[in-house]
């Protein structure tokens, strides 16, 4: 059943028509493979039975998997309370070097598991003005997606630039795919990302980006390659 | 741009401290305690329920409470928070932390009074716990001393220490700019906080600024001002309930009841389980005399008031009232026995429950039951005395209003208007009290007849005090304060005078000692008047010198 998301906190307000019945499906597509995951590992865990050694390698997945069930289920509800209650963002405001750092203190245990090098990185005297929870609900996904896509390393940083909080996620992996450069950034809240899963956390974050204001500017994401690292650069521009 | 280690553990002050987690389930309970336990804490205990978590902090003062939002049946986390602060189990030293299931944007929204001092969300690791809890802790460390004065009520004290901090430029210093916008709104400061809140408002808009300056144009009488930002405020959140709150007090005060309740009803839509918004709507609906909106709020405040420390007799016995007169008298009579076990030992509720009876009875006819529903309320109204409050004095001059006793109700409305000349908020209540009993061709004009009168009262007394006749001023005051003991004003101008009469000719025990029974009767009205305080530091000053 088609949907309607109302956006009101777009810059023209206007009213971006999607099926949410699509975000539900790739979400649930992709839920159900990392439960797959989980279950089928769990099965090799009582099939090897008593005196083997615990496989690392098979706990870190399994931690994986269920971090990244959490992130959508996060999403899931996100999505589900702004298309039902209309809900606004709390902006306040937050040192963004400690939050940063705790961001990077949950993934932590992950990204040593695959053997990633991750770093936060912002001036300590650096605030930031937005919704806490909604930006971490963001960031956490796109360290998820970093951890797979990435070769050896990953910096979330924050900065302060043309009067906006920008804040970085970037990896030394093979980048964005050219296609998806090209697409400008004010069209990230089009169907067209919804009809690939994949790109379904891009939708999420630009939607999240475009609830923050400050007077008439509003917040924004962009793509790009190459920025410190030599892989891909995803930004969150926050007025 | 400096770069760090993702691990900055900055402190050991975590393991001196005593621990409470509170949280329904077992195995939440015990994984909890063993991340604490690996972080290296050992005073650690634990509650189910917020009923044992309640009793835990009654017999230990807790450093740091992690609690969970949802306990299963009986209080919530916010209530458990609520409870804990309103009653000061703990200290504004201590954290709280609420841990929640999901999105936290609900509850923030909702809060009334109290917030946690962070939100964590489940599932969280240890590490994340740890830097969490350290970064909290070194944040309340730098505030002891501040904290200390606030608890003590002494908010000049507390933004004097401030100011010092502030002069160092330290890492948080806009929390302390938030802080002392707030201290000096408490303080009555109204003028140094809205210089401090338009400051920040200029730079951007945060919605708490927006809020705390039309709670200052609110504090200053400046009602329309008040009502333009509270109105700019939930047009741009919508979900934002403590704007409701204010904007209906707001509107009250501008004689609009009707647009009141509807802006309460909106926030009680939004979040049910505020039981102050409840209790409000309730009242508001009763004035409006919207039986059906009173009866379902305030049945909804006294079913939340169960688990709730901001349960009130008067809110019972209203609800009592109103489904006796919607016919079903025995059901009053039943909320109101229900009542007395909830509010066991309290001579307020007694009170309550009895002008309540008082008006059942007369409403069913039986008019010995009433008058001894009377008779009996009146016995407790001169027991209970000043602390019975003006809420209640308004409640006695209905009921002997009712049962034709208007001499009663005249003398008793008449010392409610002189011990409160300068609430406005209570003045409004008690005209319209007037007008909906009959009472007084005129309420307006006899309300304000009495003002003057007090304010004549002292004026004169501080004249003579300024030209010199401190005796006559003295006796004056003294005077004053028989004909209202329960006046704020004249009690402090009473012990202001006593205080200018030692500092003249040397300090006296006996006076001293008036002093400070005029300031605990102040106290007893109202513990958080600036008045109060700045009147209370002289007091202390002296007797240390003496």
């Known amino acids: 059943m088609p949907c309607i998301v109302n956006c009101p906190w777009g810059p023209d307000h206007r009213q971006a028509v999607m099926k949410f019945a699509d975000i539900l499906a790739s979400l649930i597509h992709d839920m159900k493979n990392s439960l797959g995951v989980v279950?089928?590992?769990?099965?090799?865990?009582?099939?090897?039975?008593?005196?083997?050694?615990?496989?690392?390698?098979?706990?870190?997945?399994?931690?994986?998997?269920?971090?990244?069930?959490?992130?959508?289920?996060?999403?899931?509800?996100?999505?589900?309370?702004?298309?039902?209650?209309?809900?606004?963002?709390?902006?306040?405001?937050?040192?963004?070097?400690?939050?940063?750092?705790?961001?990077?203190?949950?993934?932590?245990?992950?990204?040593?598991?695959?053997?990633?090098?991750?770093?936060?990185?912002?001036?300590?005297?650096?605030?930031?003005?937005?919704?806490?929870?909604?930006?971490?609900?963001?960031i956490n996904n796109l360290l998820g997606n970093g951890l797979r896509y990435t070769s050896s390393k990953l910096l979330v940083s924050g900065v302060q630039e043309k009067g906006y909080l920008v804040l970085r996620v970037e990896d030394d992996g093979e980048g964005y795919p050219e296609e998806m450069l090209n697409t400008q950034a004010g069209q990230w809240q089009s169907d067209e990302l919804v009809s690939e899963h994949t790109h379904l956390g891009l939708y999420f974050a630009a939607m999240v980006a475009n609830m923050h204001r400050n007077k008439d500017r509003y917040g924004r994401i962009s793509l790009s390659n190459c920025h410190t690292l030599s892989g891909g650069c995803f930004s969150l521009w926050l007025p | 741009?400096?770069?760090?280690?993702?691990?900055?553990?900055?402190?050991?002050?975590?393991?001196?401290?005593?621990?409470?987690?509170?949280?329904?389930?077992?195995?939440?309970?015990?994984?909890?305690?063993?991340?604490?336990?690996?972080?290296?804490?050992?005073?650690?205990?634990?509650?189910?329920?917020?009923?044992?978590?309640?009793?835990?902090?009654?017999?230990?003062?807790?450093?740091?409470?992690?609690?969970?939002?949802?306990l299963g049946p009986g209080k919530n986390g916010q209530q458990v928070l609520e409870e804990a602060r309103h009653r000061n189990l703990i200290g504004l030293g201590s954290i709280f932390v609420m841990i929640t299931a999901e999105n936290?944007?609900?509850?923030?929204?909702?809060?009334?009074?109290?917030?946690?001092?962070?939100?964590?969300?489940?599932?969280?690791?240890?590490?994340?716990?740890?830097?969490?809890?350290?970064?909290?802790?070194?944040?309340?460390?730098?505030?002891?001393?501040?904290?200390?004065?606030?608890?003590?009520?002494?908010?000049?004290?507390?933004?004097?220490?401030?100011?010092?901090?502030?002069?160092?430029?330290?890492?948080?210093?806009?929390?302390?700019?938030?802080?002392?916008?707030?201290?000096?709104?408490?303080?009555?400061?109204?003028?140094?906080?809205?210089?401090?809140?338009?400051?920040?408002?200029?730079?951007?808009?945060?919605?708490?600024?927006?809020?705390?300056?039309?709670?200052?144009?609110?504090?200053?009488?400046?009602?329309?001002?008040?009502?333009?930002?509270?109105?700019?405020?939930?047009?741009?959140?919508?979900?934002?309930?403590?704007?409701?709150?204010?904007?209906?007090?707001?509107?009250?005060?501008?004689?609009?009841?009707?647009?009141?309740?509807?802006?309460?009803?909106?926030?009680?839509?939004?979040?049910?389980?505020?039981?102050?918004?409840?209790?409000a709507l309730g009242e508001l609906a009763l004035k409006n005399q919207d039986e059906e909106t009173a009866s379902k709020a305030l049945a909804q405040a006294v079913k939340l008031g169960r688990h709730s420390v901001y349960k009130h007799p008067s809110v019972n016995a209203s609800l009592a009232k109103i489904k006796a007169r919607a016919g079903a008298s025995r059901e009053g009579l039943k909320i109101l026995k229900n009542m007395m076990g909830e509010f066991s030992g309290s001579h307020e509720a007694s009170l309550y429950a009895s002008m309540a009876e008082c008006v059942i009875h007369s409403d069913a006819g039986e008019a010995d039951a009433a008058e001894a529903s009377l008779q009996r309320s009146r016995e407790l109204y001169e027991q209970i005395g000043l602390e019975a409050g003006p809420n209640a004095a308004l409640e006695m001059v209905r009921v002997c209003d009712k049962l034709g006793d208007s001499d009663t109700a005249k003398s008793l409305l008449n010392t409610?208007?002189?011990?409160?000349?300068s609430e406005d908020r209570l003045l409004k209540d008690v005209g319209s009290l007037m007008s909906e009993l009959g009472m007084e061709s005129d309420p307006e004009s006899y309300i304000?007849?009495?003002?003057?009168?007090?304010?004549?009262?002292?004026?004169?007394?501080?004249?003579?005090?300024?030209?010199?006749?401190?005796?006559?001023?003295?006796?004056?005051?003294?005077?004053?304060?028989?004909?209202?003991?329960?006046?704020?004003?004249?009690?402090?101008?009473?012990?202001?005078?006593?205080?200018?009469?030692?500092?003249?000719?040397?300090?006296?025990?006996?006076?001293?000692?008036?002093?400070?029974?005029?300031?605990?009767?102040?106290?007893?009205?109202d513990d958080k008047d600036p008045g109060l305080r700045r009147v209370h530091a002289m007091y202390r000053q002296l007797s240390l010198g003496s």
């Not at chain 1, 405001?93 to 990204?111: D, K, P, T």
């Not at chain 2, 920040?200 to 001002?225: F, N």
């Open chain 2, 1 to 70: 741009m400096e770069k760090r280690a993702p691990l900055n553990f900055r402190t050991n002050e975590l393991e001196k401290k005593d621990f409470l987690i509170i949280d329904d389930f077992g195995d939440m309970r015990s994984m909890i305690k063993s991340m604490l336990q690996a972080i290296g804490i050992t005073k650690l205990d634990a509650a189910a329920n917020g009923m044992d978590a309640v009793s835990a902090m009654e017999a230990k003062r807790y450093d740091i409470v992690l609690c969970d939002y949802n």
């Open chain 2, 416 to 421: 409610v208007v002189k011990n409160n000349h």
């Open chain 2, 448 to 525: 304000e007849e009495i003002h003057k009168e007090v304010v004549n009262i002292n004026n004169h007394g501080v004249e003579l005090a300024k030209s010199g006749n401190l005796k006559q001023a003295l006796d004056h005051f003294e005077e004053a304060t028989q004909g209202m003991p329960a006046n704020k004003v004249v009690n402090l101008n009473a012990a202001r005078v006593l205080i200018m009469n030692m500092k003249e000719s040397g300090t006296d025990r006996g006076q001293l000692g008036k002093v400070k029974q005029y300031l605990d009767k102040v106290r007893k009205v």
């Open chain 2, 104 to 279: 936290t944007l609900d509850m923030v929204m909702g809060a009334v009074e109290y917030e946690p001092d962070s939100y964590l969300t489940k599932p969280f690791t240890k590490d994340l716990l740890r830097a969490r809890l350290d970064k909290l802790v070194e944040k309340k460390k730098n505030l002891k001393d501040v904290e200390q004065a606030v608890d003590r009520n002494d908010f000049e004290v507390a933004v004097i220490l401030l100011d010092k901090k502030m002069a160092g430029k330290p890492k948080n210093l806009r929390e302390l700019i938030k802080l002392k916008a707030e201290l000096c709104f408490l303080a009555g400061d109204y003028q140094q906080a809205a210089t401090i809140l338009e400051g920040i408002i200029a730079e951007r808009e945060m919605t708490w600024a927006l809020l705390g300056l039309g709670k200052v144009y609110y504090a200053r009488g400046d009602y329309q001002k008040a009502r333009t930002l509270f109105e700019k405020l939930l047009l741009e959140n919508e979900r934002f309930t403590a704007a409701y709150d204010w904007l209906a007090r707001t509107l009250q005060m501008l004689d609009q009841p009707e647009d009141a309740q509807e802006v309460l009803h909106r926030a009680v839509t939004l979040s049910p389980n505020a039981i102050l918004r409840q209790q």
């Open chain 1, 39 to 138: 279950i089928n590992t769990l099965e090799e865990f009582t099939r090897d039975s008593g005196d083997a050694p615990i496989d690392r390698k098979k706990i870190v997945a399994l931690q994986q998997e269920a971090k990244r069930l959490n992130n959508h289920l996060i999403e899931l509800l996100t999505l589900y309370k702004i298309e039902n209650e209309r809900i606004s963002a709390h902006v306040e405001e937050w040192n963004v070097g400690e939050f940063l750092e705790e961001l990077v203190i949950e993934n932590r245990a992950s990204a040593e598991a695959k053997q990633v090098q991750l770093e936060w990185r912002s001036d300590p005297g650096l605030y930031g003005y937005f919704d806490e929870s909604l930006i971490r609900g963001v």
